[in-house]
């Protein structure tokens, strides 16, 4: 089930809603059904602002990441 964030046209409410096929959202404010769907943001852990890198993933030997493990990059 998707969750998906809306903005009510009647009185403005912002929410999230878990959405199945079958349901039709609404306001859980003022009960409408007169939705606007708003752009999700997805956020990253670890980072506070968007310049900065995400951690690299560790690789099979644990030092560099180079895909193919240890004594394969100029490390080991």
């Known amino acids: ?6 903005a009510c046209q009647d009185c403005g409410h912002a929410f999230e809603a878990l ?3 079958s349901t039709v959202p609404e306001c859980p404010h003022c009960h409408s059904q007169q939705l606007d769907k708003q752009l999700s ?3 990253r852990v670890g980072a506070s602002s968007p ?3 995400a951690p690299a993933a560790m690789g099979p030997c644990g030092s ?3 895909p193919d493990g240890p004594g394969s ?3 080991h």
Do not use: D, N, Q, T
């Open 1 to 6: 089930m998707p969750i998906f964030e809306y």
């Open 51 to 53: 310049k900065e890198a």
């Open 41 to 43: 943001v997805v956020g």
């Open 73 to 75: 990059c100029a490390l």
């Open 64 to 66: 560099c990441g180079h």
């Open 19 to 21: 959405v199945r096929s």
